[in-house]
């Protein structure tokens, strides 16, 4: 499994090469200064998605009220919401197609700015008083006027695990909210007091009544539906799969086989997309046939 870490490329949403300039962005001087480079771009975002043309990021002149992303290079990048009012050109797409039509680079950038933004979105009032805060550190903070109150955005981990047996099957559930015939591998937000191995051996037992033995972790990755971070683990499980915390519409193993059928297109169930990490999850475990 360690070999599987070492040889895989960065996942989808990941990989930026960005300079978060996170001590300078705080002065007020070099944000400004930043801020009227003539080089400097902003991303724009709507509800309806993120803005494209031709195939690349839309960028344009950074708004007043654009959040700085970093450096990329030595330009400036910021993002900037456009719900209020949207570019006269290019078009919106979603987070998911960007994943496939966009380089790792500029889909990456993109789920930065999406899960900034939509934070900016959902906390413009105080958690802790109800005033309206207001935004400070460039667009990563917010503060309270009134009470002082410092929000952060928030990032919410979720475990998701691959669990095989001693027979070589591999668990995969599905959500009857899902596209007829899609699976996955198992999931779950972890919960306050839990480590990430506590929380992969819940998840797994509620959501399927497989136990499992110590999970190790496997890779991470960005999730901006709308700020999740999936970090995913590698388990050894047994028991009989039965849907059991009302999340899963059906849970069962799979035999090497038809996950292989699944993966070419073929037989009679769809894996999660490539983009995902469940998908890499899933591809590891069938390139190594133990």
């Known amino acids: 499994m360690a070999e599987e870490r070492a040889t895989q490329v960065p996942l989808a949403f990941s990989g930026a090469a960005l300079d978060r300039s996170s001590i300078d962005r705080r002065d007020a001087a070099w944000m400004a ?18 803005w494209v043309e031709d195939g690349r990021l839309l960028l344009v002149a950074p708004g007043a009220d654009a959040v700085f992303l970093g450096l990329v290079g030595d330009r400036p990048l910021f993002a900037g919401d456009a719900t209020e009012g949207e570019p006269d050109r290019g078009h919106p797409a979603g987070l998911r197609e960007a994943a496939t039509e966009l380089s790792a680079e500029e889909a990456a950038l993109g789920a930065y700015a999406a899960s900034l933004l939509s934070w900016h979105r959902r906390h413009r009032f105080c958690a802790n008083c109800g005033a309206p805060t207001e935004v400070v550190d460039a667009g990563h903070e917010r503060r309270c006027p009134s009470c002082g109150a410092h929000h952060f955005p928030r990032t919410d981990p979720v475990v998701i ?7 070589d099957r591999l668990l995969l559930g599905r959500q009857g909210s899902w596209p007829q015939g899609r699976f996955s591998v198992l999931a779950g937000f972890v919960e306050p007091g839990e480590t990430l191995e506590e929380a992969a051996r819940r998840e797994v037992l509620e959501e399927s009544g497989v136990v499992v033995d110590e999970a190790s972790y496997m890779a991470s990755q960005p999730w901006p539906f709308p700020s999740s971070l999936m970090i995913g683990f590698n388990a050894l499980g047994e028991g009989e ?14 035999e090497r086989d038809e996950v292989e059928a699944a993966a070419a297109g073929r037989g009679e169930i769809m894996l999660s997309p490539p983009y995902s990490i469940s998908r890499r999850l899933i591809d590891g475990w069938l390139a190594d046939p133990g």
């Open 33 to 50: 200064a930043q801020r009227s480079r003539a080089e400097a771009r902003s991303l724009m975002l709507s509800e309806r998605g993120l």
């Open 161 to 167: 695990v691959r669990v095989v047996d001693l027979r």
């Open 241 to 254: 799969p039965r849907p059991g915390d009302g999340e899963l519409e059906q849970v069962r193993w799979f």
